[in-house]
Nanobody, 129 residues
Framework: QVQLVESGGGSVQAGGSLRLSCEGS????????????MAWFRQAPGKEREGVAN????????FYADSVKGRFAISQDTAKSTVYLQLTFLKPEDTAMYYC??????????????????WGQGTQVTVSS
């Protein structure tokens, strides 16, 4: 069973930066990190989980939510089974739990949580004004 573990969250002031990491493991025979579409989602208290960014095997295409375009960047290191999310110019409204996801053979819209069958436990990002 694929396991995803996020790290890198924390508390920063508005305008600051963070780098989130998500390492995958537990791939079965014939499966590997490089076969999965990877994504970052976030969920603030009282709000629905929303797609932040998505990256396909091989590195493209890449999708971003309009709210983070130009500020966040998704990347991956297939050899390390790790996907990253660089957060810059952070705003208080970016405060949320950030989750890593892998499609695990799921299909659908890049920003639909139902597309992804494997999820990490999340890492908290808090941005103060």
């Amino acid at each position: 069973q694929v396991q995803l573990v996020e790290s890198g969250g924390g508390s920063v002031q508005a305008g600051g930066s963070l780098r989130l990491s998500c390492e995958g493991s537990g791939y079965s025979d014939g499966d590997s990190y490089g076969t999965h579409v990877m994504a970052w989602f976030r969920q603030a208290p009282g709000k629905e989980r929303e797609g932040v960014a998505n990256i396909s095997p091989g590195g493209s295409p890449i999708f971003y939510a309009d709210s983070v375009k130009g500020r966040f960047a998704i990347s991956q290191d297939t050899a390390k089974s790790t996907v990253y999310l660089q957060l810059t110019f952070l705003k208080p409204e970016d405060t949320a739990m950030y989750y890593c996801a892998a499609n695990c053979q799921g299909e659908g819209r890049w920003d639909a949580p139902s597309t992804y069958k494997c999820w990490g436990q999340g890492t908290q990002v808090t941005v103060s004004s």
